[in-house]
């Protein structure tokens, strides 16, 4: 990232009640997530750094105190409207003596997009490969013309004898490529028109 100058790093996101194997060291008996409903793990290279929404509570793995100097404007955590209310003062501010939002755009559209290629790989994983993103003409360019998914539409579950099975039904094969194209630019339908005013 040469505007930057900073490595690459490489990101882990998990959803939906899956959760990171606990670092090495972590306490026994301590919840892995904290309040908040997030959790953050930055493993360098001196020391691991935990936190959990928003940054909120970081500790260190080491036990050393976390000592990061407060260069940056602070915004109010959620009980007094948080990152949400920061962005409403944001647009209600002269464009001339605008304060920026602490969640801006130029930085909350390319973190989005790296959530949401989560998203998609999970909907592309029956392609069995990485996927892989070019972000600026926003599409994969290794997913070829010819390959194809099916998606399972009803998974059949049953127990029998005490086991689960599954009994599952699958579209027909579509195209990977357009299917692809449709998740990351959605087609929806035209919206509604109002009449033409009289003149």
């Excluded at 060291?25 to 793990?41: D, H, R």
């Excluded at 997009?113 to 592309?124: C, H, N, Q, S």
């Excluded at 127990?159 to 027909?172: C, L, S, V």
Aim: with cysteine; charged share 25%.
């Amino acid at each position: 990232m040469p505007k930057v100058a900073m490595p690459e790093v490489e990101v882990h996101w998990y959803d939906g009640g899956m959760m990171p194997d606990r670092p090495k060291g972590f306490p026994e008996g301590k919840e892995l997530m904290q309040s908040g409903g997030g959790l953050t793990i930055f493993h360098g290279t001196k020391d691991t750094l935990i936190c959990g929404c928003y940054g909120e509570n970081p500790w260190l793995l080491s036990g050393r105190v976390p000592n990061a100097p407060k260069v940056c404007r602070r915004v109010p955590k959620a009980m007094q409207g948080g990152h949400e209310m920061d962005w409403v003062r944001a647009c209600k501010e002269s464009k001339d003596s605008r304060v920026p939002c602490k969640s801006d755009f130029s930085e909350a559209g390319p973190m989005n997009e790296m959530v949401v290629m989560g998203v998609l790989a999970i909907r592309l994983q029956g392609l069995n490969k990485t996927l892989e993103w070019d972000g600026p003409n926003m599409r994969f360019t290794n997913i070829g013309p010819d390959e194809t998914l099916r998606t399972v539409i009803k998974d059949g579950f049953k127990i029998h004898n005490g086991h689960p099975t599954f009994d599952k039904t699958w579209t027909e094969p579509i195209n990977a490529q357009q299917f692809a194209a449709e998740l990351i630019k959605h087609n929806y339908r035209e919206g509604w028109k109002l009449p033409d005013m009289p003149r």
